[in-house]
């Protein structure tokens, strides 16, 4: 079965000296160099549209399909990122933690690390101009699995009528705060009306997966070029059990 590598990351910028958590932070330089692999290496980049229509089975999955995805809403996704993945004319989804647009990403003191400055409304207004997709990351950035009900429809439905308010367009698309989710949040979140959902499992994305639990290939500050080419490989199998709403059939058509 093809599979779409959605590929992970968080921080994008000057970050050679970082000892702990590397997993959320990409050297800019390296950066520039994974995307200009991705095009040499002609791969196709996809939206989280595109993805959400290859794993419904609405469109076929391309050769060598990837999406790049980015966690929390950093402003170095403005200031480094953005100005890549234009270069290229790749599209991004970016997932922005909406209690928390213009403020600081309050969560990683908690970690050792700097509360390092999110997107405010201006900067979201602007990448959607550029065409890039604003997705949720849930209202406060907190682990969604164990919450009681009312806390994650506040998370979950809370978030994306706030950003849909803030960009003026319909969010659909949602990336559980720390990969942290359950059969509870997914059902949530599918009644809060996404359509995908993303999590920290490692895997590439295909049919065989819930579309609000699908499965990303985190890129850390370690990957030179060519661990992050072996990263994106399209042969890895997922580790571990994916999360996954039961199958009904109704009418003859099988419903999530
Ligand atoms: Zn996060």
Redesign the pocket.
């Known amino acids: 079965m093809n599979g779409i590598s959605i590929l992970m990351y ?1 921080q994008v910028g000057d970050f050679r000296r970082v000892k702990a958590h590397r997993a ?1 932070f990409c050297h800019q330089r390296r950066f520039a160099a994974q995307m200009a692999l991705l095009k040499r290496l002609r791969c196709s980049v996809l939206t989280m549209d595109q993805v959400l229509a290859c794993v419904a089975g609405d469109l076929a999955v391309p050769p060598r399909a990837v999406a790049i995805t980015f ?2 809403g950093y402003r170095n996704f403005y200031d480094t990122a953005l100005p890549q993945l234009q270069r290229h004319g790749f599209p991004a989804t970016v ?1 922005v ?1 909406a209690a928390l647009v213009g403020r600081t ?1 309050a ?1 990683l003191p908690a970690d050792g690390l700097a509360a390092a400055p999110l997107m405010d409304a201006a900067h979201l207004r602007a990448i959607r101009r550029a065409g890039i997709q604003v997705g949720s ?1 849930a209202m406060n ?1 907190l682990p969604l699995a164990g919450l009681a009900a009312d806390r994650l429809a506040t998370e979950l439905a809370g978030s994306r009528a706030a950003l849909e308010d803030l960009l003026g367009e319909p969010v659909r698309h949602l ?1 559980y ?2 990969g942290s989710h359950d059969l509870a949040a997914v059902e949530a979140a599918a009644r809060a009306g996404y359509a995908s959902g993303v999590t920290c499992q490692r895997g590439l994305a295909t049919r065989a997966f819930d579309p609000l639990a699908l499965p990303r290939k985190a890129i850390s500050l370690g990957d030179d070029l060519l661990g992050f080419w072996w990263k994106v490989g399209f042969k890895h199998r997922p580790k571990g059990v994916a999360v996954s709403r039961p199958l009904s059939l109704e009418g003859g058509v099988i419903h999530r």
């Open positions: 968080h959320v966690d929390d997932y933690v990403a969560w990351h950035h990336c705060p720390y």
